[in-house]
Every structure is written in structure tokens, then in C-alpha cells.
């Protein structure tokens, strides 16, 4: 079982930045691909950052290219997804991810991929 708890949410003006963080616990965390999702009402569950476990792939849709990194600190067995540039579209739920890989460098870009989620941490956009 992996637990997953996901922060740094708020609400930012229009153009600022946020950084958010998951904190993962659990067996064999290290050995699992990472992905940030997000859900604005009324809408799917969108797919915004994946990180293969070996913290050497990543991937990103067109959305959010350009302004997003996610990124692995494995001593503190966090992720986080740093989004710059941010604008009134990108207010939303964010959850944090993971999924069981043998393989190092598979990014999951699919939610139905995932074993484990979090609860998920707002992001308000101000225009």
C-alpha cells in the first residue's frame, strides 16, 4: 500500500506560480511512476505531469508544456509539480498519483494506470 498526500494548493493571481508537493509513504514507493491529474467541475480528470520512477522520464500534454516541471526528491519521498505562467483555466483539484512499475522509465499518462491516489489540494487562479 502507498499513501499519498498531496499540498501547497491555493489561490494565485493570474500569471503567478504555485508549487505543489506529495508526500508518499508506504512499500516500495521508490519503484512507482508519478503523475499530477486535475479535475475543474464539470469537467474529466485531465492529465497535467508524469514522472517515470527512476526520475528520468517525463512527459506533459501540450496544455501545460512549457510552464510545468514535475520533479522527484527521493530522500524525502516527495513529488512536486512546479507550474508557472498560471491562468484562470488551470483552477482545478489537483491529485498526485502513483503506479507500480517494473519498469524505470515507463511514464503512466492514462489515470486508469494508477494503483494510488491522493485527496487532492485546490488551485484557485485569479484573473
Known amino acids: 500500500q502507498v499513501q499519498l498526500v498531496e499540498s501547497g494548493g491555493g489561490l494565485v493571481q493570474a500569471g503567478g506560480s504555485l508549487r505543489l508537493s506529495c508526500t508518499g509513504s508506504?512499500?516500495?514507493?521508490?519503484?512507482?511512476?508519478m503523475g499530477w491529474f486535475r479535475q475543474a467541475p464539470g469537467k474529466e480528470r485531465e492529465f497535467v505531469a508524469g514522472?517515470?520512477?527512476?526520475?528520468?522520464?517525463?512527459s506533459y500534454p501540450d496544455s501545460v508544456r512549457g510552464r510545468t516541471t514535475i520533479s522527484r526528491d527521493g530522500a524525502k519521498n516527495t513529488v512536486y509539480l512546479q507550474m508557472n505562467s498560471l491562468n484562470p483555466e488551470d483552477t482545478a483539484v489537483y491529485y498526485c498519483a502513483a503506479a507500480r512499475q517494473v519498469n524505470p522509465y515507463v511514464v503512466v499518462r492514462d489515470a486508469g494506470g494508477y494503483n494510488y491516489w491522493g485527496q487532492g489540494t485546490q488551485v484557485t487562479v485569479s484573473s
Open positions: 508506504g512499500s516500495s514507493f521508490s519503484s512507482h511512476a
Open positions: 514522472l517515470s520512477w527512476n526520475g528520468v522520464i517525463t
